[in-house]
């Protein structure tokens, strides 16, 4: 009982101190990096969705100003409008719980990561900024997946996972709840739905909610 404790303790140290961290340097140079691999997540996303349900991804656009774009035509436009924000949260949840369940093997799933976002920027990424992001992002993390061991790859893991869901409720916020005006997915699928923006930023926002909260449980239970 006293090892399962610690364990939590530990835990829930490494955990609030992560979250610190990105709360605290949200808009500094040591969490922008972060942020824009998580909008090339954020448009992977909308593509992978565009493929699964008959439709293509053409490129894949990242600006130095955090915004992005996926030309992938065909496809359920529903579907591909929705899995952004939510494409987000699941690759949040994946590393996360990736990193608990993996332990001692967490590189691999490092190295997975790696492999994507080289991937990805190879295949359709034709900018010179966004390049040059995702492929020096990737090396970054290849060089972690070898080199940082178990307890900095899970720690990695984490990092990039919070990020990840943090991101996914901050943007909601901040593109859809206070400027409803600006051309966003929820503005686009109340377009296509009829449904307006907000009620659909709502939904997302509260699903993301839902979701940490799910996942947070689910860490702390098997601390």
């Not at 994507?116 to 993390?141: D, K, M, S």
């Not at 900095?152 to 919070?162: F, I, M």
Request: with cysteine.
């Amino acid at each position: 009982m006293r090892y399962q404790a610690k364990r939590k303790f530990r835990f829930l140290l490494l955990f609030s101190a992560l979250f610190a961290a990105i709360w605290f340097f949200w808009d500094t140079s040591f969490v922008y990096p972060l942020k824009l691999f998580v909008v090339l997540l954020h448009e992977i996303s909308h593509g992978f969705a565009a493929v699964l349900t008959g439709g293509e991804i053409h490129a894949v656009e990242i600006t130095p100003q955090q915004g992005g774009m996926c030309r992938c035509p065909g496809g359920n436009v529903f579907i591909t409008l929705s899995a952004g924000y939510l494409g987000s949260l699941l690759w949040g949840g994946v590393m996360i719980v990736g990193a608990e369940h993996l332990k001692n093997r967490s590189g691999w799933l490092t190295a997975a990561i790696a492999t994507l976002v080289v991937g990805a920027t190879l295949l359709y990424v034709n900018q010179p900024f966004a390049t040059a992001f995702g492929i020096a992002f990737g090396a970054v993390l290849f060089v972690v997946s070898l080199r940082a061991g178990a307890i900095g790859n899970r720690a990695t893991l984490y990092l990039l996972g919070l990020t990840s869901c943090l991101y996914a409720v901050l943007d909601i916020k901040s593109d859809i709840l206070d400027r409803p005006e600006l051309t966003s997915d929820a503005k686009m699928l109340a377009e296509l739905t009829g449904v307006s923006t907000l009620v659909w930023g709502v939904a997302w926002i509260v699903t993301a909610f839902l979701f940490c909260a799910l996942l947070l449980r689910r860490l702390w239970r098997r601390a």
